[in-house]
């Protein structure tokens, strides 16, 4: 079976330094693999209101953009999440969408009707920072590996690319070691996925 690609990018700020990244992932994948790539601003995904009704019904009461998406996050073979890091973490466009995955989490360990993936699913991170401190991405990270457990993605099967020092809009696309950077991990996914 062919692996199916999801990338999603959810910078508010369109054709910026994480979403630029993620394009470059995806043109280096080219047509080895379908790929679909999301914006998440162009959906509707309300926060999650912590109503518990996840825990109880094994599925999220809120009918929005959600309900699609989720069931595309739980179909990919491999699952691609971009984000810029705003005050130390995740958007809050990321963040909504990872609260809302609180419905995975729920039938994974509460419910256990959670299905693991057949194979081995995987799981790239990619985080852009316009800070150049060590300790940068040590809330963002975290946060990313919640979305990739609950979503049926080992931690042995996940990839980080963190790349700092990427403030204005196009830092990315004139900094060649970030592009060099990316075009690496691109490779180790696509030799990943030759052998999965």
């Known amino acids: 079976m062919t692996p199916r690609i999801l990338a ?49 019904l094994g599925r999220c009461v809120q009918e929005d953009d959600f309900q699609a998406l989720s069931q595309k996050i739980l179909d990919a073979d491999v699952l691609i999440l971009a984000t810029p890091v705003y005050s130390m973490s995740v958007c809050a466009q990321a963040k909504s969408l990872i609260d809302r995955c609180q419905v995975f989490w729920s039938r994974k360990y509460v419910l256990h ?19 150049t401190r060590d300790n940068i991405f040590d809330h963002t990270v975290p946060v990313a590996r ?21 403030d204005k809009k196009n830092d990315f696309l004139e900094d060649a070691s970030a592009v060099a950077k990316t075009k690496e991990i691109t490779a180790s996914l696509l030799a990943s996925l030759e052998v999965v």
């Not at 959810?10 to 914006?39: C, M, Q, Y």
């Open 8 to 56: 999603i990018s959810t910078s508010p700020r369109r054709h910026g330094n994480s979403e630029s990244a993620l394009d470059t992932v995806l043109a280096e994948i080219g047509d080895r693999f379908p790929s679909e790539k999301v914006v998440l601003g162009d959906l509707a995904i309300a926060p999650c209101k912590g109503c518990g009704a996840c825990e109880r």
């Open 113 to 131: 009707t959670f299905e693991e993936p057949a194979g081995n699913k995987l799981g790239l991170f990619i985080a852009t920072a316009g800070q």
């Open 146 to 166: 919640f979305l990739f457990d609950v979503s049926g993605i080992k931690p042995k099967h996940t990839m980080l690319l963190l790349l700092k020092g990427l």
